[in-house]
C-alpha cells in the first residue's frame, strides 16, 4: 500500500465532500487531464486538496486496527480530523484494450465523524478517469451510477448510498466499471468478503 497514495485520497475526500453540490462539482484540474496510457499517479480530485499529503503531517498515516477477510480496517487523523475506513483491494482487474498499465486500485468505505460522513463508498481506480464520464457500481443484483472526479468514484445519488452498503454488506462480490481519460475501459471486481465485520469493527471505533 502507497501510504502518501492513501493519506492524499483522505485529506482529498474530506477537502470535496464536505460541499452539498457534490455530484456535480467538476474540478479545473480534472477537466484538463490527460490518460498518457502509463501508470498515472492520483491526481486530487479538488482545487482545495492539490498537494494534500504534506498537510496530512505527521500522526495521519493510517493504523491498521484490524484485518478481516480481504477487507482491513483502518484510523488515520489527517489534518487533526478522525478518519475511519475499511480498504480492499481488487481481486481481479482487466483493461480493455488489454493490458493497459494503471496504479492499484482501491475500494473505500469510510467515516469522518466530525463531518457527520458515514459509511461513505468511494474508490480510487488508479488511473485519471474521461472527464465528465460516470461509472457504475455493480452489488447485489443491482447497479448504481457512481460519478468521477480525478481518480475517484463516489455514488451519484447519495440517498442511495445506505442500500448500497447494506447490499456489499450481504453480497459476495462488487463489479465496478469505469473509463480513462483516453478511452480505456476498467473492470475491477472487489470481494466483499469480511467487509461487515469490518464496518462493524469500525463503528465501534468512530461512534457517532
Given at each position: 500500500?502507497?501510504?502518501?497514495?492513501?493519506?492524499a485520497?483522505?485529506?482529498?475526500?474530506?477537502?470535496?465532500?464536505?460541499?452539498?453540490?457534490l455530484?456535480?462539482?467538476?474540478?479545473?484540474?480534472?477537466?484538463?487531464?490527460k490518460?498518457?496510457?502509463?501508470?498515472?499517479?492520483?491526481?486530487?480530485?479538488a482545487?482545495?486538496?492539490k498537494?494534500?499529503a504534506?498537510?496530512a503531517?505527521?500522526?495521519?498515516?493510517?493504523?491498521?486496527?484490524?484485518?478481516?477477510?480481504?477487507?482491513?480496517?483502518?484510523?488515520?487523523?489527517?489534518?487533526g480530523?478522525k478518519?475511519?475506513?475499511?480498504?480492499?483491494?481488487p481481486?481481479?482487474?482487466?483493461?480493455?484494450?488489454?493490458?493497459?498499465?494503471?496504479?492499484?486500485?482501491?475500494?473505500?468505505?469510510?467515516?469522518?465523524?466530525?463531518?457527520?460522513?458515514?459509511?461513505?463508498?468511494?474508490?480510487?481506480?488508479?488511473?485519471?478517469?474521461?472527464?465528465g464520464?460516470?461509472?457504475?457500481?455493480?452489488?447485489?443484483?443491482?447497479?448504481y451510477?457512481m460519478y468521477t472526479?480525478?481518480?475517484?468514484?463516489?455514488?451519484?445519488n447519495?440517498?442511495?448510498?445506505?442500500?448500497?452498503?447494506?447490499a456489499?454488506?450481504?453480497?459476495?462480490?462488487?463489479?465496478?466499471?469505469?473509463?480513462?481519460a483516453?478511452?480505456?475501459?476498467t473492470?475491477?471486481?472487489?470481494?466483499?468478503?469480511?467487509?461487515s465485520?469490518a464496518?462493524?469493527?469500525?463503528?465501534?471505533?468512530?461512534?457517532?
Open positions: 500500500m502507497s501510504v502518501l497514495r492513501i493519506l485520497f483522505l485529506v482529498a475526500i474530506s477537502a470535496l465532500c464536505g460541499t452539498t453540490a455530484a456535480q462539482t467538476q474540478s479545473p484540474a480534472s477537466k484538463g487531464a490518460d498518457s496510457g502509463k501508470a498515472a499517479p492520483a491526481p486530487a480530485p482545487p482545495a486538496a498537494n494534500p504534506p498537510a503531517a505527521a500522526g495521519a498515516e493510517p493504523t491498521l486496527i484490524g484485518q478481516y477477510g480481504t477487507w482491513g480496517a483502518y484510523t488515520a487523523t489527517p489534518n480530523k478518519v475511519c475506513f475499511a480498504l480492499a483491494k481481486s481481479s482487474s482487466k483493461t480493455n484494450p488489454p493490458n493497459r498499465p494503471r496504479d492499484p486500485a482501491y475500494a473505500f468505505v469510510s467515516t469522518r465523524p466530525a463531518e457527520k460522513v458515514f459509511n461513505e463508498v468511494s474508490i480510487m481506480i488508479g488511473y485519471a478517469l474521461k472527464p464520464s460516470e461509472s457504475s457500481l455493480e452489488v447485489g443484483g443491482a447497479s451510477a472526479q480525478g481518480d475517484g468514484l463516489w455514488i451519484k447519495a440517498a442511495e448510498e445506505e442500500q448500497m452498503v447494506n456489499m454488506r450481504k453480497s459476495a462480490e462488487v463489479v465496478v466499471k469505469g473509463v480513462s483516453k478511452g480505456t475501459e473492470t475491477d471486481v472487489f470481494s466483499l468478503k469480511g467487509l465485520q464496518l462493524d469493527r469500525l463503528a465501534q471505533d468512530c461512534k457517532r
